[in-house]
């Protein structure tokens, strides 16, 4: 899709946005975030960036965040890790590639890829959460990640080319 399609399909879908930005990026991509009051399932409002590659200028990439800034709750972590399980669910119900499938992964001290898959395109999915705890096993022993401190977000990603993205890359000899 073009920018001009996106932004039609995105004015359709999500009526009630309550902003649209455009900025470009150093791999020479260009985003529009539209920020929207809220978008199932994640609670609460969050921000919908659309990615268009560097040469074909078409649709790449999609991102959905849910973000809970401040120190949110205990209620609202689980609120989002209710989200992000609802998501993984849904994904647990297509056919991904083998090998491509990656659950509960830790991502870092207080966040976990809850899902990530690829289909016989090349085409790839994730749902990540950052700010929650999560329990991991080492070495064949249970352990808990940190407590959290901070935002909590949810991000869902669409990548239309995991392995060969439309952006903008240094060729060798260049630099």
């Known amino acids: 899709m073009t920018r001009a399609e996106v932004l039609a399909m ?8 309550t902003r649209v930005e ?12 539209i920020s929207v009051p809220s978008a199932e399932p994640g609670p609460g409002p969050a921000t919908i960036n ?5 040469t074909t200028k078409k649709l790449i990439a999609v991102n959905v965040i ?28 297509y056919f ?21 898959g690829a289909d016989d395109r090349d085409a790839g999915v994730e749902v990540r959460l950052d700010g929650i705890q999560y329990d991991f096993t080492i070495n064949g022993q ?6 959290p401190k901070g935002p909590v977000r949810l991000r869902l990603s669409y990548v239309a080319n995991r392995t060969n993205p439309d952006i903008y890359r240094i060729k060798p000899g260049e630099f």
Do not use: C, N
Request: proline share 10%; aromatic share 8%; hydrophobic share 45%.
């Open 142 to 147: 249970p352990a808990r990640s940190q407590a």
């Open 22 to 33: 455009e900025s470009d990026s150093p791999d020479r991509t260009h985003l529009v975030s």
């Open 10 to 17: 995105a004015a359709k879908d999500f009526p009630e946005r």
């Open 66 to 93: 849910w973000l809970m800034e401040g120190e949110p709750s205990p209620a609202a972590r689980a609120r989002m890790i209710a989200a992000g399980s609802a998501l993984t669910a849904d994904f647990l119900g």
């Open 50 to 54: 659309y990615v268009f590659g560097a």
């Open 96 to 116: 991904w590639e083998p090998q491509t499938v990656a659950r509960g992964v830790p991502a870092g001290p207080i966040a976990v890829i809850l899902f990530a």
